[in-house]
């Protein structure tokens, strides 16, 4: 299994991205799927997840401002950020727990990570 994530790049701050990150490979459903970010010089923290049947968590550092959103046909999570602040930069890294057989074990999948960049 292999996640692909893109859609990072070069902002202004109070703009937008929009982030994807696809599943490939041996799946059978997702479970979670979120989003991680990791700035220079800090720890990995949580940005946004979803779970299967929809119910979203967010850091209080973006709600109202990030997104997240999934299709689980195609095993991809989304994450749109509007109003970006330079803060927000960082490597984005998508999270996966996926099932490969039907109840079967969970596994924990990541992404390489896509750098966003806000900065005039």
């Known amino acids: 299994v292999q996640l692909q994530a893109y859609g990072g790049g070069l902002v202004q701050p109070g703009g937008s991205l929009r982030l994807s990150c696809a599943a490939s490979g041996s799946i059978f459903s997702a479970n979670t799927m979120g989003w991680y970010r990791q700035a220079p010089g800090k720890q990995r923290e949580l940005v946004a997840t979803i779970s299967s049947r929809g119910s979203t968590n967010y850091a209080d550092s973006v709600k109202g401002r990030f997104t997240i959103s999934g299709d689980n046909a195609k095993n991809t999570v989304y994450l749109r950020m509007n109003s970006l602040k330079p803060e927000d930069t960082a490597v984005y890294y998508c999270?996966?727990?996926?099932?490969?057989?039907?109840?079967?074990?969970?596994?924990?999948?990541w992404g390489q990570g896509t750098l966003v960049t806000v900065s005039s």
């Open positions: 999270d996966m727990l996926l099932r490969k057989v039907l109840d079967g074990p969970l596994y924990d999948y």
